[in-house]
């Protein structure tokens, strides 16, 4: 059997994209002829979320194969390609899945567990999380030049404030801020400055690497709740200036579309029960 074969087939039995992401980690093993074993559930929290994946996985399967496996290969593509490595995947989803606009615990732990397997750090998860709350920025991206603009045609005018900001400072001299910042900066300089104290780390560099923070910042603006066009498009370009492939980015987006996959998660299970409860009544 091929490797993909294997890991896709694999994948359908365990039902999950962290456990296929761990099963791509334990790959090389396996090809050098090692025993490779799969790691029995321990929390109470992360045997609910293996179950509900396999709950669902296998309900499909009892209703229709093909549509279990055509669920699983889509699902599991961007950990079976090789195109990103396995921890940035996991960094991914787990910034994709804790973001202000999902807030998704079962996932988040699966994804942070697989993240640690596949090497991530602390630090790294931290400021991913960071990174999954500082898209929350875009309320005052939007708001604060309508803000002005109207406030403008109201006969009002914006109130000088004066502070000290030095965390938005250094992200100027370091090229790293965002001209859409500036209306709200310009509304309230020392909010901004204390904004970007708090969740601003994910650009310094020391942790996660550039390309990543854009490879993040993709996946997270163009996430199916979030779809904010003017971040995509300007961290797209970022991304591609400072080296990120074509390929790469398209396998960001494609991870960010394997969010749906929770859809069936949460959905075929409910399906099931209230099927069964409907047909016990008639």
């Not at 962290?18 to 790691?39: D, F, K, L």
């Not at 992360?46 to 496996?69: L, Y």
């Amino acid at each position: 059997m091929e490797r993909r074969e294997f890991l896709e087939s694999s994948a359908l039995r365990l039902g999950g994209l962290a456990m296929a992401s761990a099963m791509v980690a334990a790959a090389p093993a396996e090809a050098a002829g090692e025993s490779t074993q799969t790691r029995v559930a321990s929390s109470p929290a992360e045997t609910a979320g293996a179950s509900t994946q396999t709950e669902a996985i296998e309900t499909v399967r009892k209703w229709d194969p093909a549509k279990a496996e055509a669920y699983l290969r889509v699902n599991t593509n961007p950990w079976t390609n090789g195109v990103l490595d396995i921890k940035t995947i996991e960094l991914l989803c787990v910034g994709l899945n804790a973001a202000c606009t999902n807030l998704q615990p079962e996932p988040t732990r699966r994804h942070i567990r697989a993240a640690l397997q596949a090497g991530a750090t602390r630090n790294e998860i931290l400021l991913v999380i960071e990174g999954a709350a500082f898209m929350a920025i875009h309320t005052c991206s939007l708001g604060a030049p309508m803000l002005i603009e109207e406030g403008k045609a109201a006969g009002k005018t914006v109130t000088a404030k004066k502070a000290a900001t030095p965390s938005a400072d250094l992200m100027k001299a370091k090229g790293r801020w965002n001209t859409a910042w500036d209306p709200f900066f310009d509304l309230d300089p020392l909010w901004t400055d204390q904004f970007f104290a708090a969740v601003g780390g994910i650009y310094d560099g020391k942790t996660l690497q550039p390309k990543f923070v854009e490879l993040l910042s993709i996946a997270l603006d163009a996430s199916i709740t979030h779809m904010y066009a003017p971040g995509t498009r300007r961290h797209i370009k970022a991304a591609l200036a400072i080296g990120a492939t074509m390929e790469e980015i398209m396998e960001t987006l494609k991870v960010a579309t394997s969010f749906a996959q929770e859809a069936t998660n949460m959905a075929i299970p409910i399906l099931a029960e209230e099927i069964a409860a409907f047909e016990r009544k008639n």
